[in-house]
Nanobody, 125 residues
Framework: QLQLVESGGGLVQPGGSLRLSCVAS????????IGWFRQAPGKEREGVSC????????NYADSVKGRFTISRDNARNTVWLQMNSLKPEDTAVYYC??????????????????WGQGTQVTVSS
């Protein structure tokens, strides 16, 4: 049983910051790329950021580049998404997801098979 649990969401004012956490269990984390996705009401799910299995590479959506930072510590089975300079349009449910990649440096947003339950992020004044 592969399991991912997100936490850290909440209500924040525009310009503020949040750090989301994703804790994994049931698999060897270093063989999996971890992605952060979000879905706002009435919109399609979109990829936000992805980090390679080793943590050596990362990718960001243009809408969050320069504001968000993804990181991981495989020894702690944890991936973080640091979100700074938050905007109202960042409001969404944020999900982490895992894709088996072996030893590759995959940092895309396709074919993630294991998903967390999501954590709500609301940016409002």
């Amino acid at each position: 049983q592969l399991q991912l649990v997100e936490s850290g969401g909440g209500l924040v004012q525009p310009g503020g910051s949040l750090r989301l956490s994703c804790v994994a269990s049931g698999f060897t984390l270093d063989y999996y790329a971890i992605g952060w996705f979000r879905q706002a009401p009435g919109k399609e799910r979109e990829g936000v950021s992805c980090i390679s299995g080793s943590g050596g590479s990362a990718n960001y959506a243009d809408s969050v580049k320069g504001r968000f930072t993804i990181s991981r510590d495989n020894a702690r089975n944890t991936v973080w998404l640091q979100m700074n300079s938050l905007k109202p349009e960042d409001t969404a449910v944020y999900y982490c997801a895992a894709r088996f990649v072996g030893y590759s440096d995959y940092v895309g947003f396709i074919d993630f098979g294991s998903w967390g339950q999501g954590t709500q992020v609301t940016v409002s004044s």
